[in-house]
């Protein structure tokens, strides 16, 4: 166990940064559920409404440094094209 001050200020920062890393990548996953179980059950209106908060809470994870942005934008490219597909 660290025993300088500093060292066990930083134990308190990790705790609390990583507390609220999994949150937003809790909020994160649950959302892109959401919307992917619409797309699914081919529920076009349901996945349209959802559509935007998700991309916006996908915007906020590259942000935050949950997501990379290559990787916001590949999924937010397929979710797209996959509400698309029910037209």
Known sequence: MASHKSALKRIKQTRKRTA?????????????RRLRTALAAKDKAAAQ????????????????????????ARYKSRLTVHLNALS
């Open 20 to 32: 609220l890393n999994r949150v937003h990548r809790t909020l994160l996953r649950h959302q892109l």
């Open 49 to 72: 409404a959802l559509l935007k908060p998700t991309l916006a809470v996908i915007d906020h994870s590259i942000h935050k440094g949950i997501l990379h942005p290559n990787t916001a």
